[in-house]
Nanobody, 120 residues
Framework: QVQLVESGGGLVHSGGSLRLSCAASGRIFSINAMGWYRQAPGKQRELVAA???????NYAESAKGRSTISRDNAKNTVYLQMNSLKPEDTAVYYCNVEELRRGGIRATYWGQGTQVTVSS
């Protein structure tokens, strides 16, 4: 079983920056993709950014140019640096990790979520 612990959320003014972290621990076989999703009140959860074990990245259009996802494989940790934050970025941000187990079985885990609030 994999546990995810997120940190780095908070309240920031419009134009500010935040860096989210998510550390995976527990009985980990191999971590494949890691990513960040967000869910604003009344909206569906959506992808913000993802990164593969090889370092390939994928960003939502809303995050391109303002956010950078990175990972430290030795620490099983993924980061999301967010700059030029806007009030519409306000949401609960969730870490997502895909584990590859023996036999090619994939398991997906979610963090508990961290609140990001951007004031205008």
């Amino acid at each position: 079983q994999v546990q995810l612990v997120e940190s780095g959320g908070g309240l920031v003014h419009s134009g500010g920056s935040l860096r989210l972290s998510c550390a995976a621990s527990g009985r980990i076989f191999s971590i494949n993709a890691m990513g960040w999703y967000r869910q604003a009140p009344g909206k569906q959860r959506e992808l913000v950014a993802a990164i593969t074990s090889g370092g390939n990245t994928n960003y939502a259009e809303s995050a391109k140019g303002r956010s950078t996802i990175s990972r430290d494989n030795a620490k099983n940790t993924v980061y999301l640096q967010m700059n030029s934050l806007k009030p519409e970025d306000t949401a609960v941000y969730y870490c997502n990790v895909e584990e590859l187990r023996r036999g090619g079985i994939r398991a997906t885990y979610w963090g508990q979520g961290t609140q990001v609030t951007v004031s205008s």
